[in-house]
């Protein structure tokens, strides 16, 4: 039989397992809020965490709590930092309360540690108290947004890191595919040739832009409410504490945070966090849409395009013998329809928020974190097991620049698009060479043709050309 402890809140009494490092209030919210099946983050819970340190240094280095209580809350935030009681924080990653339930599993594991530390016993909270000296100086008003984006920071350098070493990646691929001649295709449809290393040089500057966009939104993320308290009148917050708490959290973070210029707007709005989650948007899209191109390019390889040939990860079928599918930009697309369905949401749960505070942070973290999350795990396998191993199939590109009748257009200048047009309608029919058509009508002189129709020339301004 489980042993139990009775503890009581403003709403009643209940019985808390013996044992258990979280509280009344932390039990309430695990029993009204079984939405997901899935726990807060980590990091997330590791930045209430970091929160709840700083508030206690403050409040104990400007005596607004007694030194023993603070020294034994900064040994819980130590202990909960370095990955112990992870089993402890018992709420679902969505919540009603605007947080507040997170916030208190947060205050009453480390309460309860720190009164074991001082050698009380779990749930006496006179010793150490969850409100009156965890959550002391605090609302969760501004400790859980304030997390929130610490945590958006923190899972995003992971984000960047591999977005970088993507548009590395694709520079690689951009540099030794180069020389390497294909037609360039427009709605599907030939258009002019290009090189194959001009097309991976766009993916990588796609990549450039979007580590840029990222990191733009991210300062938003620097910006941060402590001391706001409940709606940013900074209600029972003492001066030692609201002019020091911001400096004394870059400290623990080693980042510099600086407070919002106006509490109430830093309390009530979380457009920081729908820029934010624009931006993965934006990447996602750009991710996609390049995964777009790998999956057709290598498409066939016999019916299809064939101009570049992915790694072969994992049998393709269950029924067709050696079929191999573009599986990893398959699951880069996947997630990428995931990012832009939690922006969708994400912009929602922005909108909805009434006058002094948005009570729908708990599914924009939920969804935000994820999408961090997921884009930085699609990225990582779609350099690992595909672009590393992108093989260009010289010889398809070849071919089909010799098929198409795209040059053409090279001709405009000299003979005019009327005349282009028909050369091109004609080579289309009879599948006579654009070149052959052009020196049979006496259109050109054979030589200019040979300048005008070099394929390498077309890929490039001729301002450009050596």
Known sequence: MIKTRLESDSVGELSVPSEAYYGIQSLRAKNNFDITGNAMSPTFIKNITLIKKAAAIVNGEYGLLEKERADAIVFACDEVLGGKYSDSFIVDAVQGGAGTSANM????????????????????????????????????????????????????????????????????????????????????????????????????????RDIKRISSTLDEMHVINMGATAIGTAINAK????????????????????????????????????????????CAINLSKMCND??????????????????AKQNGSSIMPGKVNPVIPEVVNQTAFLVIGHDVTITMAAEAGQLELNAFEPVIFYQLFES??????????????CVDGIVVNRE???????????????????????KAAEIAKESLKTGEPIKSLVIRKKLMD????DEVLNPFLLTEPETERK
Request: glycine content about 10%; overall charge neutral; aromatic content about 6%.
């Open 105 to 208: 599993n947060v205050n009453e594991v480390i309460a309860n540690i720190a009164i074991e530390h001082l050698g009380g016993e779990k749930g006496n909270y006179s010793i150490v108290h969850p409100n009156d000296h965890v959550n002391m100086e605090q609302s969760t008003n501004d400790v859980i947004p304030t997390a929130g984006k610490l945590t958006v920071i923190t899972l995003s350098r992971e984000l960047i890191a591999e977005l970088h070493a993507l548009a590395t990646a694709l520079g690689k691929k951009s540099v030794e595919f180069n020389d390497v001649l294909k037609m360039g295709r427009t709605q599907l449809q030939d258009a002019v040739p290009m090189r194959m290393g001009q097309a991976f040089h766009a993916f990588s500057a796609a990549v450039k």
């Open 239 to 282: 001066p030692q504490y609201f002019d020091h708490i911001t400096g004394k959290l870059s400290e623990l973070f080693g980042e510099k945070l600086e407070r919002a210029g106006d509490l109430f707007d830093g309390t009530q709005n979380v457009d920081g966090f729908a820029s934010v989650s624009g931006a993965l948007k934006a």
């Open 294 to 311: 790998l999956r057709l390019m290598s498409s066939g390889p016999r019916t299809g395009l064939g101009e570049i040939i992915l790694p």
């Open 372 to 385: 961090i999350r997921a884009l930085t795990g699609a990225i990582d396998t779609l350099i690992k097991n």
């Open 396 to 418: 398809r590109c070849e071919e089909w620049v010799n098929r198409s009748v795209g040059i053409v257009t090279a001709l405009n200048p000299y003979i005019g698009y009327k």
């Open 446 to 449: 054979e030589a200019k043709l």
